[in-house]
């Protein structure tokens, strides 16, 4: 069964930071390009950050450039997303998701929440 769990979010104040995980079981994992993508009520889903299957290639959102920071473990199933220099408009439930040519799973979601 194939499986992404997203956790590390929660309440943070203005300037601080988080760092998401997912943890991905029932698939090669290191098979599989990783995504974090995020998304608010109203509006469509975002790509924040993308990673290849071997790490050695990494993009992100210009809203995030320069505060995320987007890793992987192959060993331990695991993708990661450092979010420094949180804004309130970085709140959201961000998903990670899994992709390989037109196969692509998704996790459930965590909420993050930027405010004093």
């Known amino acids: 069964q194939v499986r992404l769990v997203e956790s590390g979010g929660g309440l943070v104040q203005p300037g601080g930071s988080l760092r998401l995980s997912c943890i991905a079981s029932?698939?090669?994992?290191?098979?599989?390009?990783m995504q974090w993508h995020r998304q608010t009520p109203g509006r469509e889903r975002e790509l924040v950050a993308a990673i290849s299957s071997t790490g050695s290639n990494i993009n992100y959102a210009d809203s995030v450039k320069g505060r995320f920071t987007v890793s992987r473990d192959n060993i331990k199933n695991t993708v990661y997303l450092q979010m420094n220099s949180l804004e309130s408009e970085d709140t959201a439930v961000y998903y990670c998701m899994a992709i390989r040519s037109d196969v692509n799973y998704w996790g459930q979601g965590t909420q993050v929440t930027v405010s004093s």
């Open positions: 029932g698939f090669t994992f290191s098979w599989f390009a």
